[in-house]
């Protein structure tokens, strides 16, 4: 019964950490100081991508400064987003998302930006009023979902209208026992009958070997394509070289943030066997991540700015992580107290008839 209680608590105390991450989590979106956008055009390559989902945060105009990404409407233009190629689209209510380049103090801040993929920068300047939010997560591909439900309605079919239909099929069920007090006491009985006996089982060495066995692979696959990391004085001319099997993806970021501007590609992804020229201001100290294309650009240059290391360790942690928990079944199961001892009983049974038959 303790056991039950203890179960019961753990349970209650999972479900109220989710619904309040739930909650945190939606509450900006339906208030509006969130948006999600879908990334329409190759400008900010390759930190984000066409067909990214982008979300931009509402913010203070004042508190934004040089190299942060906004979100906002061209002067005049405020149903097209410029491309790459410097053509332009027609969307209704499209906004462009680029990085500030320069801003100019004055009766209210004025904002030069440039799309971090194109050659010149906006042919405008972007007034604090048109501001309307600042970019603060990539989340990779998830752009393309609307999209392809509308055009293949079996998706739509088997992820959403399918699993909601069977969550509205067993609510009504449950509906229907309960309905019935005398045959809802049985059942809540057998539950908790069944509850007693059913335990989960964490197989700790075979879960502390894979995660050992999948760390060690992980290790050596990111190590070996790592590029220089730490503390450095940048040159006039930094020539930055990619000797692995993997693309890599280099992030350089100047003790002064504001600096990054005057750095020419001061992020970039080179393949493999290649290499990147950058220029800089002479003798610029600065530090360096470079790790393999195995996270989004976005993810890279974000925990470079907490560490220059932290990328690599995020990328062995998280795909450590993914084929361990690919591999949950040979590590978690489910117990039932008294199967055990019916298989016992069947194989020894079997034994004592194989004995009979020898005599």
Do not use: C
């Not at 190299?67 to 499209?94: L, M, R, W, Y």
């Not at 300047?125 to 509308?150: E, Q, W």
């Not at 992580?321 to 016992?344: A, C, D």
């Amino acid at each position: 019964m303790r056991n039950m209680k203890e179960k019961e608590i753990f349970q209650a105390a999972v479900i109220l950490l989710i619904t309040v991450f739930l909650v945190k989590t939606l509450i900006p979106f339906y208030t509006g100081s969130m948006m999600p956008l879908v990334v329409l055009s190759g400008s900010m390559t390759p930190m984000m991508l066409p067909g990214d989902m982008i979300i931009e945060k509402s913010v203070d105009p004042s508190d934004l400064k040089v190299g942060d990404v906004i979100a906002f409407h061209p002067p005049g233009k405020e149903n097209t987003v410029a491309t790459k190629d410097s053509t332009v689209v027609t969307k209704k209510n499209t906004l462009v998302t680029h990085r500030i380049i320069s801003l100019e103090e004055g009766k209210e801040r004025r904002f030069q930006t440039k799309g971090d993929a194109n050659n010149a920068q906006d042919d405008f300047k972007i007034l604090a009023s048109n501001v309307k939010g600042k970019l603060i997560f990539v989340i990779p591909f998830a752009g393309y979902l609307p999209d392809t439900v509308k055009k293949n309605k079996n998706i739509l079919l088997f992820t959403v209208i399918l699993p909601a239909g069977l969550i509205i099929f067993d609510e009504i069920r449950t509906i229907l026992l309960y309905s019935n007090p005398a045959k809802a006491r049985k059942v809540e009985k057998e539950q908790k009958k069944i509850a007693r006996r059913t335990s989960y089982v964490v197989k700790g060495k075979r879960l502390a070997a894979f995660v050992l066995i999948n760390g060690i692979i992980f290790t050596g696959a990111v190590a070996h394509n790592l590029g220089e990391n730490g503390n450095v004085v940048l040159q006039k001319e930094q020539t930055i070289k990619n000797q692995g099997f993997l693309s890599q993806v280099y992030v350089l970021t100047p003790d002064d943030y504001e600096q990054r501007i005057a750095i020419n590609f001061w992020y970039g992804v080179i393949t493999p066997d290649n290499e990147t020229r950058v220029t800089v201001p002479e003798n610029t100290s600065a530090t360096i991540s470079s790790v393999p294309y195995i996270l989004p650009v976005f993810w890279i240059i974000s925990l470079s700015e907490i560490n220059p290391y932290f990328p690599a360790f995020a990328e062995i942690g998280f795909y450590t992580f993914l084929s361990v928990l690919f591999l949950l079944p040979l590590w978690y199961r489910k117990s039932i107290v008294g199967r055990k001892n019916k298989i016992k009983f069947r194989r020894l049974f079997a034994e004592w008839k194989r004995a009979l038959h020898m005599t």
